[in-house]
Each structure stands twice: as C-alpha cells, then as structure tokens.
C-alpha cells in the first residue's frame, strides 16, 4: 500500500503489514533517523514524568511492578513494553488497559503524515507511536521499557527524569558487544545529566559508573546505596531516605521488586506504604512464570539466555514438581543456546525442542546438539506440534515448562486459546 492509502487505513493489521515493509533491517540502531520524525512531532518532552528502564533482563517485570504500584498509588500510568505475546496492543499501556486498535491506527497515521522519505523500523516506528498517544493522554509518568541497548535504541530520544538498568549480562552481542563492559556503556547510555540513574546489577562492570561519570548523572547501585533484607514472612528496602519495612514478597522477582522501590524512592511523586503493598502483590507480567493449567501443570516463561535461564532454574528448585518435568523449548540462533539449556538441563527429564520460524530461528536439531549426550529428546518442526506432544505424553503428575524465546511462548499462548479458550488454571 501507498503512504497516502495507509494514512487513511483504520486497520491495525494492515498498518503493521506496512510497517514491517519500510525498512531493509529489523535491527537498524541509531538516533538521527527516527529523531528526525520525533521532532517533527514535538516527542522528545513529555508532559508527564518518565522513566526509562533498561537491562539485559528484568526491564518487563520492573515495569510491571511500577506500574502496579504507582496506579495503586492513584497515578495515571502509560507503559511501553516490547515484544508483545499475543497481540500488538500489548505494546502500549494507559490506566491498565492496552491501547486500541483504532488509537494505533491514528498514531501510526499521524507519524504517516510528517515521515516523507524517512525510513524507518517496525520498532521505531511503534515506538513514535507510544510516545504519541502518551503525548495525547498525559498520564502522570510514563514507563519506558528500552528495545536493545539503549544509547542507541528508539526510547533514548525521550527526555526522561529517571533511568533505570535492571541487570547486565551477555545478549545481542552482535549489536552491543561481546563483553559485560561493552555491553554496560551501551545501556548506560540511557542516563541524563543530573538525574538519578539506577543500577539493579548487583556486580556492575566499572563502564556503567564511568559512563554515568561522563554523563553527570547520578548513579544508585544496589549494594551500595539501597538494599533489602529478608525475613521468612517479610523483606525490607533501605535506601537513603526510606526505610520500609514489612513488605509482601511480590509474585515477580524480589530483585527487580527492590529495584522498584528504589526508583519509587527517588522519583518524587508520593507513594503511601498501603499503594506499596497493594502494587507488589498484584504486580503480574504475562509470559514470566505464567501457569496456563494444571494436571498436567504447564508454565510458560520467556527466559532466553543464560541469567534468565538461572533464574528460571531457582525457580524450578524452590518448586519441586511431584512428577517429571518436560520441557517445550524454541530459541533464537543469535542466543546463547548451550549455557541456556545447560543451566536447566538439571531440572529437565525430557525435552521437546521446536524449530522457529524466520531468519534468525535455530532448529531443533540445532538446539539437539547443545544437550548433554544423555538428554532425553524429540525434536518437532514447530511449537504447537512439540507442545502437543509434551501434553500427550504428561502424566496428570507432571510439569511442562515452555520457554526459550518470546516467539515459543507466544505460540503455545495461541495453542492453549485454540484448545481451552483460557490462559489460567
């Protein structure tokens, strides 16, 4: 379809058919394109407070927890997440609900109309999407989960109050580097002269002070300068004014809670300790420890490398399965898919690896080859086969745990909807 034909669609699939169209890459990192099209619509100033949250993992479930909190604090929230699972709304968040389809339609044409012969990613153009209906809504603060990297990514062009970088880890080396130090500098990036920046890695390489040094914010890093302490019933924050104590244990990880908190400390919008309470118990992120049914138990969780895989793992120790637990697994071919797999390979009786679909998927084969010799396996051409499988053989006893990439998620999300019409036990 023409620009001037899509300016006037009113249907969400056909925008992102076009979008995925525009341009040659779907990783193009850089500022100049997009921030060209960004001025064009006054989106770099938000009339709202921002924060921007990075990381290599635990950006989405940090997100979820402030968002929790601040609405249960009485604050409007906007939350811009990526990727979806199911469908694209999930990528744009007012008051709670995902945005319409009609809402993106009128984005999308807006950035339509001023973008003339700029190309742009299907990435970067959503993004200009969420930062418009933002502008329009003017919730209270805005949540900004950052896509890869993040000095160099889409949500960088945002003139942000606070950042946040969650954890670092090797991922996407081919764009960030193949280091913990270069990988650090590249989300560090997101940082703002005079404003606070939060580091939720507890062993940061010593690039992300150097760069928050360069960049004349000021760093907080846990350890140092917020913490928690646990007891069995209950934990506590400390940070450098707050002290709270007493705290429920959320469903999401209790380190991306403590970094949480710290930002709350530090943002300056007024949080009371009952909207704290309430926001860390319902806190809740679709595809991280997501129970889709019962007997047989099937959990669903994105994890995709290895620290996320080793937090998938403690998982699973903390949570013994009365039965055998199998695993439906998919990944990407740019992951790290021996330490992925091998840091669940324990926890694992039989795998049932898939191919995935596109460029950059690895086979199961491939992913077959990566298992210890021993490794019970079968390998299939797609999810939905190797999850029907996996429940064929499961025992009423048994445990399947779905994860390697957010596409295999996705897949058995939209399997078990065709099947059950749920996605909850």
Request: aromatic share 10%; charged share 20%.
């Given at each position: 379809m023409t620009q001037s034909v899509m300016a006037q669609s009113q249907s969400l699939s056909d925008w992102l058919s076009y979008l995925e169209q525009l341009h040659p890459s779907v990783i193009d990192l850089g500022l100049h394109r997009v921030g060209l099209v960004a001025d064009r619509l006054a989106l770099r100033h938000l009339p709202c407070r921002v924060v921007t949250v990075g990381g290599t993992n635990g950006k989405g479930t940090t997100c979820a927890l402030l968002e929790a909190i601040y609405r249960a604090a009485g604050y409007r929230v906007g939350v811009y997440s990526s990727p979806h699972l199911l469908r694209y709304n999930e990528r744009v968040r007012l008051d709670g609900q995902d945005v319409s389809d009609g809402d993106l339609c009128r984005a999308f044409a807006a950035i339509e109309?001023?973008?003339?012969?700029?190309?742009?990613?299907?990435?970067?153009?959503?993004?200009?999407?969420?930062?418009?209906?933002?502008?329009?809504?003017?919730?209270?603060?805005?949540?900004?989960?950052?896509?890869?990297?993040?000095?160099?990514?889409?949500?960088?062009?945002?003139?942000?109050?606070?950042?946040v970088v969650t954890s670092i880890a090797l991922d996407h080396c081919d764009w960030l580097g193949d280091t913990r130090e270069a990988i650090a500098t590249e989300k560090a990036g997101i940082f703002r002269a005079q404003k606070p920046a939060i580091s939720g890695e507890p062993q940061p390489p010593a690039t992300l002070a150097a760069t928050a040094h360069a960049l004349g914010a000021h760093l907080l890093q846990v350890g140092q300068d917020f913490w928690r302490t646990e007891s069995e019933e209950?934990?506590?924050?400390?940070?450098?004014?707050?002290?709270w104590s007493g705290l429920p244990y959320p469903q999401l990880p209790l380190d991306n809670a403590v970094t949480a908190l710290a930002v709350v400390e530090q943002l300056g919008l007024v949080v009371d300790e009952a909207a704290l309470h309430t926001g860390l118990r319902q806190a809740r992120l679709a595809g991280r420890m997501q129970r889709l049914r019962q007997q047989p138990s099937v959990i669903v969780d994105v994890a995709h490398n290895p620290h996320s895989a080793h937090y998938l793992a403690q998982q699973l120790r903390q949570q013994p399965s009365q039965g055998r637990r199998l695993a439906v697994a998919g990944m990407l071919k740019d992951k790290d898919i021996l330490h992925t797999l091998g840091e669940l390979s324990e926890w694992v009786d039989v795998w049932y690896l898939a191919d995935l679909q596109g460029p950059r998927a690895a086979t199961a084969n491939e992913l077959a080859a990566?298992?210890?010799?021993?490794?019970?396996?079968?390998?299939?051409?797609?999810?939905?086969?190797?999850?029907?499988?996996?429940?064929?053989?499961?025992?009423?006893?048994?445990?399947?745990?779905?994860?390697?990439?957010?596409?295999?998620?996705?897949?058995?999300?939209?399997?078990?909807?065709?099947?059950?019409?749920?996605?909850?036990?």
């Open positions: 109309a001023v973008r003339q012969d700029i190309s742009l990613t299907f990435f970067e153009y959503g993004t200009l999407a969420a930062l418009w209906l933002f502008r329009e809504a003017a919730p209270d603060l805005v949540l900004l989960e950052v896509g890869l990297g993040g000095r160099l990514d889409a949500t960088n062009l945002v003139a942000s109050d606070l950042a209950s934990w506590a924050f400390h940070g450098q004014r707050e002290q990566m298992l210890p010799l021993d490794a019970m396996r079968y390998c299939y051409d797609s999810v939905r086969v190797a999850y029907q499988a996996a429940l064929a053989t499961a025992g009423a006893e048994d445990e399947i745990i779905v994860l390697g990439s957010f596409y295999t998620v996705a897949d058995v999300m939209a399997e078990e909807l065709d099947m059950t019409g749920t996605l909850g036990s």
